[in-house]
């Protein structure tokens, strides 16, 4: 800055900085600020393992759980255990998503599809899906077909709630500009509701994909002969600790990448958008 | 949207959903009475739905399965709950349970018959069960156990030995404190370990992991010296009205004896094909269950094994209430001698 000339006004040298402005946002981002949070558990668990603070029977130590997993990848049993859950939990969440965005739509674009629908989905969202499963039992047997509707159902209620969210949040600017230019309904629902709602609808997927691995650990445990519920749920018959532990990494690692696939949609999809967090 | 193409949309939607709950009944075919010879052909295209996952095992392993599996279709479900739940949804047709879950099913409703039962030879030195004993609690001897706190789930067979166990002892429920905890999993071994009740009875690989864990800290087990070996076949009255189906139960019945028999005849592949491959547990658990589980017992005559499901019914009906039932009644007698006979059969 140079020094003016006007009277009557202090001249500013340099010896007279400009007072810093305070920031008010969250400041520049770290670098893998993701990971420090699940590092530093682990970094509790290992210290408490090694000094002897953690009960090996109640807990057991990390490096236990790694050589399981060998012991259980060596023998075949994780992978396709994995692979069982995963194709459950992505049909289940494949058909929640569709039927959350559809029902989200009729009940957010028609006044008589909210009057009916939204009651439904609330009074939904207000009973647990482990309470509804003997009902699934008996209305649709032990076969695979409930254990996917019972992660369906998980599933929807988030994507259902946000999108519609999203949706009845959208600008009244928009619709206004799309009657004027006379956009047809299947238009705006293309050019306007789909974009508009879509940042609720990636928030609802969120809680989505880590609510299918959720729901998979409570139908695992009916009939099943595989998946990562059911050698959980083995184990425990054992008393096999470990088994059990490495079961709850894997769900653990599996919400995380998930959530992370979805962030990194949700970074591509919104980049038009100026928020706190850019 | 116009509210006629919505409404079409919620239409369809209905439709969708309502087709897939709603579930055929079984075809209205002539009934076979319960007391009518048991037809011995199965027809073609009989399926019948088994929950005995650890007999589908011993079949493919003694390569009996494909003989069975054009007509049984094998679900992974055992154990009283999860087995009358099914039963109630028309999607099971046999499951093997212990001796509680027949009386129970009967209680809440449910018409069920017992078709094959399997005993241990020498049971008092063979139990399923042994009382685990909480680190620092001492219980030497049964009449130890007044006023300990005992973990005790009605409506399950753990829960019916605790009855017998006081019975034994001469105890009454307000000698003890009863503590109710659904026995699932290692729920016993981790109340035990955590002194959340003095006194628990767990099963099978349970005793030696508890013990394996925990004896350091003073864990022990006693044995409370009863009968608790019963392992019963059961499905629904329903099933067996249907003749194909009857005669399907009648053949898979067979097999099962045969199975019971092969497992004892073959403890090698049995750990390693059943224990070691399919739960897996190391081999030297599974010799360790193979030794305590002992030889089995297939009577052709149930006379004795009513006779003590009797006298579960009359010390159960006292404690929950409930009607006295008969034994005999639960079992269908057609079954009686169609596992032992196959097993001589299969000797010859």
């Given at each position: 800055m140079?020094?003016?000339?006007?009277?009557?006004?202090?001249t500013?040298?340099?010896?007279?900085?400009?007072?810093?402005?305070?920031?008010l946002?969250p400041?520049?981002?770290?670098?893998f600020?993701?990971?420090?949070?699940?590092v530093?558990?682990?970094v509790?668990w290992?210290?408490?393992?090694?000094?002897?603070?953690?009960?090996?029977?109640?807990?057991?130590?990390?490096?236990t759980?790694?050589?399981t997993?060998?012991?259980?990848?060596?023998?075949?049993?994780?992978?396709?255990?994995?692979?069982?859950?995963?194709?459950?939990?992505?049909i289940?969440?494949?058909?929640?998503?569709?039927?959350?965005?559809?029902?989200?739509l009729?009940?957010?674009?028609?006044?008589?599809?909210?009057?009916?629908?939204?009651?439904?989905?609330?009074?939904?969202?207000?009973?647990?899906?482990?309470?509804?499963?003997?009902?699934?039992?008996?209305?649709?047997?032990?076969?695979?077909?409930?254990?996917?509707?019972?992660?369906?159902?998980?599933?929807?209620?988030?994507?259902y709630?946000?999108?519609?969210?999203g949706l009845?949040t959208?600008?009244?600017?928009?619709?206004?500009?799309a009657?004027?230019v006379?956009?047809s309904?299947?238009?705006?629902?293309?050019?306007?509701?789909?974009?508009?709602?879509?940042?609720g609808?990636?928030l609802g997927l969120?809680?989505?994909?880590?609510?299918?691995?959720?729901?998979?650990?409570?139908?695992?445990?009916?009939?099943?002969?595989?998946?990562?519920?059911?050698?959980?749920?083995?184990?425990?018959?054992?008393?096999?600790?470990?088994?059990?532990?490495?079961?709850?990494?894997?769900?653990?690692?599996?919400?995380?990448?998930s959530?992370?696939?979805?962030?990194?949609i949700?970074?591509?999809a919104?980049?038009?958008?100026?928020?706190?967090a850019s | 949207?116009?509210?006629?193409?919505?409404?079409?949309?919620l239409?369809l939607?209905?439709?969708?959903?309502?087709?897939c709950?709603?579930?055929?009944?079984?075809d209205?075919?002539?009934?076979?009475?319960?007391?009518?010879?048991l037809p011995?052909?199965?027809?073609?295209?009989?399926?019948?739905?088994?929950?005995?996952?650890?007999?589908e095992?011993?079949?493919k392993?003694?390569?009996?399965?494909?003989?069975?599996?054009k007509?049984?279709?094998?679900?992974?479900?055992?154990?009283?709950?999860?087995?009358?739940?099914a039963?109630?949804?028309?999607?099971?047709?046999?499951?093997?349970?212990?001796?509680?879950?027949?009386?129970n099913?009967?209680w809440?409703?449910?018409?069920?018959?017992?078709?094959?039962?399997?005993?241990?030879?020498?049971?008092?030195?063979?139990?399923?069960y042994k009382l685990?004993?909480?680190?620092?609690?001492s219980?030497?001897?049964?009449?130890?156990?007044?006023?300990?706190?005992?973990?005790?789930?009605?409506?399950?067979?753990?829960?019916?030995?605790?009855?017998?166990?006081?019975?034994?002892?001469?105890?009454?429920?307000?000698?003890v404190?009863?503590?109710?905890?659904?026995?699932?999993?290692?729920?016993?071994?981790?109340?035990?370990a955590?002194?959340?009740v003095d006194?628990?009875?767990?099963?099978?690989v349970?005793?030696?992991?508890y013990?394996?864990?925990?004896?350091k800290?003073?864990?022990?087990?006693?044995?409370?010296?009863l009968?608790?070996?019963?392992?019963?076949?059961?499905?629904?009255?329903?099933?067996?009205?249907?003749?194909?189906?009857a005669?399907?139960?009648r053949?898979?019945?067979?097999?099962?004896?045969?199975?019971?028999?092969?497992i004892?005849?073959?403890?090698?592949?049995?750990?390693?094909?059943?224990?070691?491959?399919d739960?897996?547990?190391?081999?030297?658990?599974?010799?360790?269950?193979?030794?305590?589980?002992?030889?089995?017992?297939?009577?052709?005559d149930?006379?004795?094994?009513i006779?003590?499901?009797?006298?579960?019914?009359?010390?159960?009906?006292?404690?929950?209430g409930?009607?006295?039932?008969?034994?005999k009644?639960?079992?269908?007698?057609?079954?009686?001698?169609?596992?032992?006979?196959?097993?001589?059969?299969?000797?010859?």
């Amino acid at each position: 800055m140079s020094a003016t000339t006007l009277p009557g006004l202090r001249t500013r040298t340099a010896a007279n900085p400009a007072v810093r402005r305070r920031r008010l946002g969250p400041g520049k981002p770290i670098k893998f600020g993701a990971a420090l949070g699940p590092v530093l558990l682990l970094v509790i668990w290992s210290v408490g393992s090694a000094a002897g603070w953690i009960d090996q029977r109640i807990l057991s130590a990390p490096w236990t759980v790694v050589s399981t997993v060998g012991e259980l990848i060596s023998d075949g049993r994780l992978q396709s255990n994995l692979w069982t859950s995963a194709q459950r939990a992505l049909i289940g969440l494949a058909l929640g998503i569709v039927a959350g965005v559809v029902l989200a739509l009729i009940s957010g674009l028609s006044r008589l599809g909210e009057a009916l629908l939204d009651g439904p989905v609330q009074i939904k969202r207000a009973i647990p899906s482990l309470a509804l499963l003997p009902l699934l039992i008996l209305w649709l047997g032990i076969g695979e077909g409930m254990k996917i509707v019972t992660i369906l159902l998980g599933v929807f209620v988030p994507i259902y709630i946000h999108t519609h969210n999203g949706l009845r949040t959208i600008d009244s600017r928009y619709v206004e500009l799309a009657q004027t230019v006379g956009l047809s309904q299947w238009q705006f629902i293309r050019r306007v509701v789909l974009p508009g709602a879509l940042p609720g609808f990636l928030l609802g997927l969120r809680f989505a994909v880590t609510g299918a691995w959720l729901s998979l650990v409570v139908v695992e445990q009916i009939n099943s002969t595989s998946g990562i519920g059911y050698m959980m749920e083995l184990a425990r018959t054992y008393g096999q600790t470990d088994i059990i532990i490495v079961g709850l990494v894997v769900y653990g690692i599996l919400g995380l990448l998930s959530d992370a696939v979805v962030r990194l949609i949700q970074r591509r999809a919104l980049s038009w958008r100026r928020t706190l967090a850019s | 949207m116009s509210s006629k193409r919505l409404l079409s949309v919620l239409a369809l939607l209905t439709l969708a959903v309502t087709g897939c709950s709603a579930k055929a009944d079984a075809d209205s075919a002539a009934k076979l009475s319960l007391d009518a010879a048991l037809p011995t052909t199965i027809p073609a295209g009989t399926k019948i739905v088994v929950g005995d996952p650890t007999t589908e095992v011993a079949l493919k392993l003694s390569g009996q399965y494909d003989k069975v599996s054009k007509y049984v279709q094998f679900a992974n479900l055992s154990g009283g709950p999860q087995t009358t739940e099914a039963f109630r949804a028309h999607a099971l047709d046999l499951g093997s349970v212990a001796e509680i879950p027949p009386i129970n099913a009967t209680w809440t409703g449910l018409h069920v018959k017992i078709v094959a039962s399997k005993f241990r030879q020498d049971p008092i030195n063979h139990p399923i069960y042994k009382l685990g004993i909480a680190p620092g609690v001492s219980v030497k001897t049964l009449s130890d156990l007044r006023g300990k706190k005992i973990a005790y789930s009605p409506g399950q067979a753990q829960g019916a030995l605790i009855l017998k166990v006081l019975k034994k002892a001469g105890l009454t429920k307000d000698d003890v404190k009863l503590i109710e905890i659904p026995s699932t999993g290692d729920v016993y071994v981790q109340a035990l370990a955590g002194k959340q009740v003095d006194v628990a009875p767990i099963g099978g690989v349970q005793i030696k992991r508890y013990l394996a864990k925990y004896s350091k800290d003073g864990a022990t087990t006693i044995d409370h010296g009863l009968r608790d070996d019963a392992g019963h076949l059961y499905g629904p009255v329903e099933s067996l009205q249907d003749p194909a189906k009857a005669a399907a139960i009648r053949a898979y019945v067979a097999a099962w004896g045969v199975a019971q028999i092969w497992i004892d005849q073959h403890p090698k592949e049995w750990i390693q094909g059943y224990y070691v491959k399919d739960q897996g547990l190391s081999a030297a658990d599974g010799q360790w269950l193979v030794d305590n589980a002992g030889h089995p017992d297939i009577p052709a005559d149930w006379s004795g094994a009513i006779e003590r499901q009797q006298q579960t019914i009359e010390l159960l009906a006292k404690e929950t209430g409930n009607p006295v039932i008969q034994a005999k009644d639960l079992y269908d007698l057609r079954f009686q001698t169609v596992a032992a006979d196959a097993i001589k059969a299969g000797a010859k």
